[in-house]
């Protein structure tokens, strides 16, 4: 007999409390659970199966380089991590690449470089970072510091210094902490964990003007925003604002753990040989399957696709609205939305996702107030209307 999700309970760290169900195969936008009940996937792993599930493209190249080499280290490099940098490098602002396991590792490594470079140009003091309020970065002790949500970050003892925050959205409160001590900015494009915000164009321009004037880094944590996410390969494309530092993750691996830290040449140089590494960042097997994520995502079909399903959505769950009118506002880019629920129903996102898994539909919430939408970016016209027709059903016994 499989082991139910009672199991989780007895054998796992209670830090999570997932579904009552448990997946156990998926194809596209298609998941079934144990009792093979089918679900509708909108959730897609929270932004990273950026094709579905089990996609061909992927599943050759994993396939493929299984029965080659998985992993060999740093103290060695390997082709698919080159070839996955080359193509990174072509396709964005950045020269070199920095490989690691996730999004937080990718953080970890954009803070230490930004912090590294700028105290080795300008001394000890130019070490100041600021974030903004309800950001996400990762789990990590520095990462989760930095992110503006100290409900994460308290109760683990003395947290790492040096960090101040502001306002997202808000160029003057940027501009009253800003100074030429600041080692860097870190920013999301759009604010994912964080209730799905985007940023006004006019206030990522201005935070880029203000670092460029106090020679602090730009970050832009692209983790959750980027790979196709947006309707451009990263959010910064769409916003024609160019960062110092990117991260990738989620989205890059299609499901296959793998971050990236992303900057220039001149940057990079101060990361010399030992001051920072990981074992498996780089991983063959890894870097295999983000090379051909990025192959396939990196298409003006693939892209143009993400705007016209974007459309899809939003019409659809607009029509859902106009019924129902349980949300104030649906926000995002390309195919990472939020329906933000209105005044009567506020920070009840949870019992929408409950009913929505009751009718065959995975969803996500981004904070208690918002439903999150991050799908596969090749879902296909038919899996949106199936999934938007038991979004309805759930949202009509959620008011009922
Ligand atoms: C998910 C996320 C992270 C953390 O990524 P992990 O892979 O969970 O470490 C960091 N930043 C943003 C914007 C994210 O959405």
């Known amino acids: 007999m499989p082991l139910s999700r009672a199991a989780f309970d007895q054998y796992m760290v209670p830090n999570y409390a997932p579904a009552a169900f448990v997946p156990v195969r998926g194809e596209g936008s298609r998941v079934w659970d144990q009792e093979g009940k089918e679900y509708i996937d909108f959730a897609g792993g929270i932004a990273v199966n950026s094709l579905g599930h089990c996609h061909p493209a992927l599943v050759g190249a994993l396939m493929a380089q299984a029965n080659k080499l998985w992993h060999v280290s740093n103290v060695f490099t390997n082709e698919p991590a080159l070839e996955l940098a080359q193509k990174l490098v072509a396709a964005t602002f950045a020269d070199k690449v920095f490989f690691c396991n ?37 789990r990590t002790f520095f990462t989760v510091t930095v992110g503006g949500q100290p409900k994460y970050s308290d109760g683990f003892g003395p947290k790492p210094t040096g960090i101040e925050y502001f306002e997202y959205n808000n160029l003057d409160a940027l501009k009253a902490l800003i100074d030429d001590d600041t080692a860097c900015v870190i920013i999301e494009p759009i604010q994912g964990e964080g209730g799905v915000l985007p940023a006004d164009a006019a206030f990522l321009q201005g935070v880029r003007d203000l670092c460029t004037q106090h020679n602090a880094f730009l970050i832009f944590d692209e983790v959750q ?4 996410r947006s309707g451009s390969l990263f959010a910064y494309q769409e916003y024609g604002v160019v960062p110092d530092i990117l991260t990738s993750a989620k989205s890059l691996g299609g499901g296959f753990p793998i971050g ?9 140089k101060h990361l010399v040989a030992g001051t920072h590494g990981t074992t498996y960042g780089g991983n063959a097997l890894a870097c295999a399957v983000a090379s051909a994520v990025l192959d396939v995502i990196n298409t003006p079909e693939t892209l143009a696709g993400v ?21 104030s506002q649906v926000r995002g880019m390309g195919l ?20 929505a898994a009751q009718n065959g539909l995975m969803v996500l919430m981004a904070g208690p107030n918002v439903v999150r939408f991050a799908p596969s970016l090749v879902i296909a016209e038919e899996e949106i209307s199936i999934g938007l027709a038991r979004f309805e059903a759930a949202i009509a016994q959620f008011v009922a």
């Open 260 to 268: 990236a830290m992303l900057t220039t040449a001149d940057i990079a």
């Open 225 to 228: 925003t980027g790979m196709g």
């Open 307 to 327: 705007k016209a399903k974007h459309a899809l959505f939003i019409e659809g769950i607009a029509a859902i609205n106009a019924k129902y009118k349980v949300f």
């Open 102 to 138: 996730s999004g937080a590792e990718a953080n970890e490594a954009a803070l230490k470089l930004a912090r590294r470079a700028a105290i080795e140009r300008f001394g000890e003091q130019k070490h100041k970072v600021l974030s903004t309020l309800n950001s996400f970065h990762g």
């Open 336 to 355: 990472l939305m939020g329906a933000v629920l209105a005044e009567q129903y506020k920070d009840r996102a949870k019992d929408i996702l409950g009913l």
